[in-house]
Nanobody
Framework: QVQLVESGGGLVQPGGSLRVSCQAS????????MAWFRQAPGKDREFVAA???????NYADAVKDRFTVSRDDAQKMVYLQMNNLKPEDTAVYYC?????????????????WGQGTQVTVSS
């Protein structure tokens, strides 16, 4: 079993940067494929980025070339570095873990979720 706790959210101006983190617990963290999703008010939860156990990455078109996902298996951490932030990036960001490496853009694939961290991009 894996427990996930996000941190690092906050208020940032448009064009700014922010890094959110996800601390995992559990002995088998390195076996899980990890992802970030986000949910804005009144909208469905959407895929942001994923990183496999082999560190292959995948990004939503809306964040490609601005966001970078990474993992540190020794520390049981997953990170999302967000650059050139836009107001439309405002959302609650969730960390998720999946046991299988298929269809990682779908939220239904993920077995475990964190509680989320709020990111607000505003001047």
């Amino acid at each position: 079993q894996v427990q996930l706790v996000e941190s690092g959210g906050g208020l940032v101006q448009p064009g700014g940067s922010l890094r959110v983190s996800c601390q995992a617990s559990g002995r088998t963290f390195s076996r899980y494929h990890m992802a970030w999703f986000r949910q804005a008010p009144g909208k469905d939860r959407e895929f942001v980025a994923a990183i496999t156990t082999g560190s292959s990455t995948n990004y939503a078109d809306a964040v490609k070339d601005r966001f970078t996902v990474s993992r540190d298996d020794a520390q049981k951490m997953v990170y999302l570095q967000m650059n050139n932030l836009k107001p439309e990036d405002t959302a609650v960001y969730y960390c998720a873990a999946a046991a299988v490496p298929f269809r990682l853009t779908l939220s239904s694939v993920y077995n475990y979720w964190g509680q989320g961290t709020q990111v607000t991009v505003s001047s």
